[in-house]
């Protein structure tokens, strides 16, 4: 049996907010509803109106409104703040924003082909409805913010926000990536989340990518490691185009006898260290004998997400119903 509706007066729903139902309160649907019905008829609306239409506080309004804002699917226009429209998937304001989802049901399409995009900033309310909507986000900013041994800004809460909610990362991703930087001593809120959204233009957008990306780079660093030894170059740091050269072994799973022969040969026939040479003369062996394939098995040292987060998990559960009972406690 198939249906249709009884009336050629419809409303419109931007696809965006399809991608994001699974997200959205029964609440977040009649303040969407709402708000298409008033565009429909006026073009634009505010959060007043639609409060008085749900017969509802106009907070509660303006917080699903930050909802759907940070979903990419309204935005404020002119000059008045409660004055908000539908992004259109036509509508010039779109092609600006990361409003297109893209088949994997992503936010940030355009990351990958705008590097001036710039990721949405929410306000205090948007950040506790969003708290709201999924418990783990806030014992995962609890769980960076001890990883970087800070507390966060409002600023910098709102860019770790977007990682989850824009980005769509997961909060096993998000924790590999604070645990990675920490690691390199790098805690800054805005490096670590200018990185993620470069990884995420370099298509590694799951814990699996990031994971296997992490461990390429922990290969490449070993070996650059062992060659500028071989080669006799401790006390200086490689080029660029050497460590491009270095990178490119590790891929193609040149290991570090077959570099060393390649080095030796090298310094044989022209007297000289030369990585483009040793390139040479490794893509000819490689013609002949097929490069051994790298192990696949992490290290003992790999950072177990799981484990982690179940861990943050529970201690974040256990101080936050402690600190619930004492508020309680002193509000009797």
Request: glycine share 4%.
């Amino acid at each position: 049996m198939t249906y249709k509706f009884t009336s050629d007066n419809c409303i419109s729903i931007p696809k965006a907010a399809f991608d994001r139902l699974h997200a959205a309160s029964e609440f977040d649907l009649r303040v969407l509803f709402v708000l298409s019905s008033m565009i429909h008829e006026g073009g634009s609306a505010d959060s007043a109106a639609i409060a008085a239409s749900l017969n509802t506080d106009s907070a509660e309004v303006a917080a699903s409104l930050g909802f759907w804002r940070g979903a990419g699917v309204i935005a404020k226009i002119g000059v008045a703040e409660n004055d908000i429209s539908l992004r259109s998937e036509q509508s010039p304001s779109s092609k600006s924003s990361l409003s297109e989802v893209n088949s994997s049901d992503r936010l940030f399409s355009q990351v990958h082909s705008n590097s001036n995009i710039a990721p949405p900033t929410y306000t205090g309310a948007e950040i506790e409805h969003l708290f709201m909507q999924k418990s783990s986000l806030r014992i995962l900013i609890n769980e960076c913010q001890n990883l970087t041994e800070k507390m966060f800004s409002p600023s910098e809460v709102s860019k770790v926000v977007a990682l989850s909610d824009f980005l769509s990362l997961s909060d096993e991703y998000i924790l590999l990536l604070f645990s990675h930087f920490k690691e390199l001593d790098k805690t800054s809120v805005s490096y670590i989340v200018k990185a993620a959204y470069n990884l995420v233009k370099e298509g590694i957008e799951t814990y699996s990518d990031f994971e296997a990306y992490i461990r390429t780079k922990e290969e490449v660093k070993t070996l650059e490691g062992r060659i500028r030894t071989l080669i006799g170059a401790q006390n200086r740091t490689l080029g660029k185009k050497e460590r491009d050269h270095i990178a490119q072994w590790s891929a193609k799973g040149y290991d570090f006898d077959k570099i060393t022969a390649a080095y030796d040969e090298t310094v044989d026939k022209i007297h000289k260290v030369s990585f483009p040479y040793m390139s040479k003369i490794l893509e000819n062996d490689n013609k002949t004998e097929k490069p051994k394939k790298k192990s696949k098995q992490l290290s003992q040292s790999s950072f177990d997400a799981d484990e982690f987060f179940q861990a943050a998990l529970e201690a974040s559960k256990a101080k936050y119903i402690a600190e619930q009972s004492e508020e309680e406690a002193a509000n009797e």
